[in-house]
């Protein structure tokens, strides 16, 4: 099978999950490694105010959390760090790390996983939900109907 030379959509049309019932998290599947067969995902973050992430560490794989809006803190082993638009943060395997929005607004950040690690398919099995005004609003996003999903192969 060969696959797609690229893949153009709209970020609003992409399916929205919550991993479990009463989660204060939900992520917007930007590239799904299920239907993209890609090594990676990248979601959408969004932290619900005073959400946070469960203390974790990743066998192999590296993630990077890109802060576009809100205010929170990152727990790293030991260190508690302040994060805010413009923080990247990279996370190597192998050590304990959460997120948690300390601010007053919704907390939303751009995580990619790579390797996967299985990731996608906990997001996927969750719970669907959506954007709401408030998410548009912030991120500047219209919702686009007519946008689909375009591949194509050389």
């Known amino acids: 099978m060969t ?18 019932a009463g989660e204060t998290n939900k992520f917007v599947v930007l590239v799904d490694p299920l239907i993209e067969q890609t090594g990676f995902i990248m979601v959408l973050e969004i932290f619900d105010v005073g959400g946070f992430t469960p203390p974790n560490q990743h066998r192999a794989a590296e993630e990077v959390f890109v802060v576009l ?6 727990c790293v082993g030991e260190e508690m ?20 929005n300390t601010g007053q607004t919704r907390l939303y950040c751009l995580t990619t996983m790579v390797p996967d690690e299985d ?3 906990l997001i996927t099995n969750g ?3 959506v954007l709401d005004e408030q998410d548009h609003a912030v991120l500047g996003w219209t919702s686009s ?10």
């Open 69 to 74: 809006h809100g205010q929170g803190q990152a």
């Open 119 to 121: 990731f996608a398919m």
């Open 145 to 154: 109907p007519g946008s689909h999903q375009i591949s194509s192969s050389e």
């Open 127 to 129: 719970i669907k939900d």
């Open 81 to 100: 760090l302040n994060i805010q638009p413009g923080t990247v943060l990279l996370l190597r395997p192998g050590h304990a790390h959460a997120v948690r």
């Open 3 to 20: 696959l797609p030379v690229f893949t153009h959509l709209h970020a609003s049309n992409c399916p929205v999950f919550r991993i479990g």
